[in-house]
Structures are given as structure tokens and as C-alpha cells.
């Protein structure tokens, strides 16, 4: 199998991380910039984004949680879905909130000059950081040891990311409980190889 990856984005993050915790071996990987229209990439994803897979077979598959799906379906075991699936899937829809939501506040710098952090639609984005980021402090996925599920995986995922790009603005209130959850699952291969560098 082979991975299309930049070492920044969450989505590729969550593909990654659900790859290593599958413990899926035979795997290749390239980093690309999907902003630079590598013609691999392309090749493999017409709308030129990151993560793409490649199967063995050579189909390839792109969204970061179709990814997850079909790991689900090709290895069930370790499953990433929990015990209580439907806890799982609800908190990591927060979770992916928070990251499309940051991730298109990256995105709405790069096609306005003017200040898109402070205009109406920008404001809306830093709502739906903040307001998925509460949400899930107020509630955070369950977690001991062992394999996470996708809950886990997408909520550090998309704190990681927050921090990364958006540092100590004021607007991110504390965050003890997803600090901790965060802490836990850190020193874990697939958290720490995944971890974003710019
Ligand atoms: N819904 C997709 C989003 C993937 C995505 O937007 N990836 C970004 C990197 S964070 C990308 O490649 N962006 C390039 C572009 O939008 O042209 C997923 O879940 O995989």
C-alpha cells in the first residue's frame, strides 16, 4: 500500500494514525504538498488533497474517515470503533467539526488578502473551533490504555492541530481534560510519528 501525506494535516494525521494502530506493515509513503499539484497525487486524487491511499490492488481511496472505514472492513481487529459505537462516532463528528473548521481557516487566508479571521465567516469558523472544543472538554472520549478509537484519535487530532496553527491565541480557553487525554496517548508510535511539523 502506499500513502500520499503532508507531516501537517490532521486528515492525513487520522489516516495515519489508524494505519499504525491497524499495524498494517507493507505500507509506502510520500509527502507532498497537495497545494503544488504533484502529478502523483493528482493522479490518485482529483481534488489534489491529502491523505490518499493506494491499495494493493491499486484503487485508491481518499477522505480521511473512508480510510478509517475500509481499515475497519479489511482488519477489524484492533477495532477503532469502541465499545459504544455510537459515543465514539458522535464524538469524533465534534472532533471533525473542530479540524474542518481550522483547517478552513488556513484555507480562507490563503483566498483573501483582507482579514479573514475577523470577517463573518471567519468568525464562524473560530466559533465552531471553540464552541467543538468546549464541547468535547465538557465531555471528553473515554480513554485508559490499549488501542484508541476513533473518538480519541480524532479529538487529540484536532487539539493537536489547533494548538499547532493557532499557538496561544486568547480565543482557546483551558482545556485541562483534553490535555490529559492528549497526554496519555502521546507517547504512543503512532501518536508520536503523526505528531504536526511544519
Ligand atoms: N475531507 C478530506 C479533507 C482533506 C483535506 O482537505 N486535506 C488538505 C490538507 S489538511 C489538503 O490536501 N488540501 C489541499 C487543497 O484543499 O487543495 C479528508 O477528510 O481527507
Do not use: C
Not at 494525521?13 to 509527502?31: F, P, Q, T, V
Not at 491523505?51 to 480510510?67: H, K, M
Not at 469558523?125 to 484508541?148: C, F, M, N
Amino acid at each position: 500500500m502506499h500513502l500520499f501525506l503532508n507531516t501537517t494535516s490532521p486528515y492525513a494525521r487520522i489516516a495515519r494514525i489508524a494505519l499504525a494502530e491497524k499495524e498494517i506493515g507493507d505500507l509506502s509513503a510520500d509527502i507532498v504538498d497537495p497545494w503544488a499539484d504533484a502529478p502523483q497525487l493528482l493522479e490518485v486524487n482529483t481534488a489534489a488533497r491529502v491523505p490518499a491511499l493506494v491499495t494493493g490492488e491499486g484503487r485508491s481511496l481518499t477522505e480521511s474517515l473512508l480510510i478509517v472505514m475500509w481499515l475497519e472492513h479489511e482488519r477489524p481487529e484492533p477495532s477503532l470503533l469502541g465499545h459504544d459505537v455510537t459515543a465514539v462516532l458522535s464524538l469524533a463528528g465534534i472532533a471533525m467539526g473542530v479540524i474542518d473548521a481550522a483547517v478552513h481557516t488556513l484555507i480562507g487566508r490563503k483566498i483573501t488578502d483582507a482579514d479573514f479571521d475577523d470577517a463573518p465567516v471567519g468568525l464562524r469558523r473560530r466559533r465552531s473551533i471553540v464552541d467543538g472544543l468546549q464541547r468535547l472538554e465538557a465531555d471528553p472520549p473515554e480513554y485508559t490504555k490499549g488501542v484508541p478509537d476513533l473518538s480519541v484519535i480524532t479529538t487529540v487530532t484536532a487539539l493537536d492541530y489547533v494548538r499547532f496553527r493557532f499557538g496561544t491565541a486568547t480565543w482557546i480557553s483551558e482545556l485541562p481534560r483534553l490535555d490529559a487525554l492528549a497526554g496519555l496517548v502521546r507517547q504512543r508510535q503512532s501518536f508520536e510519528m503523526s505528531y504536526p511539523r511544519a
